[in-house]
């Protein structure tokens, strides 16, 4: 077996990351939305440990903190949206965001 390399870890943040795009893109659930926006961030953090980690450096380690700190402001909005969403109707459909323009 051999020695995981730099270039494994930005293949599978760089998948990852197209997952999330593609989830993001193609649906219109709004909790798969706020799911693949999370994979999409989580992609980012495996490439940043990883150049840290290849930099020997903590730097990418700390930029990973405040992503999770970002994603865990996100997931916050993100429910408060939902329960909007439900409240004022039984659908958590994207395309009836419009409606809370009223």
Do not use: C, P, W
């Not at 992503?67 to 329960?83: H, N, Q, S, W």
């Amino acid at each position: 077996m051999g020695e995981l390399t730099l270039g494994h870890f930005l293949t599978l943040s760089a998948l990852l990351f197209v997952i999330g795009m593609l989830g993001v893109l193609t649906r219109k659930n709004i909790l798969i939305i706020f799911m693949s926006i999370e994979l999409m961030l989580n992609a980012v953090n495996v490439s940043l440990i990883a150049f840290g980690r290849y930099l020997d450096s903590i730097a990418g380690q700390i930029f990973a903190i405040f992503v999770i700190t970002i994603a865990a402001a996100e997931a916050a909005i993100g429910l408060g949206l939902i329960l909007v969403l439900t409240r004022r109707q039984d659908s958590v459909d994207v395309t009836s965001v419009s409606l809370l323009k009223e």
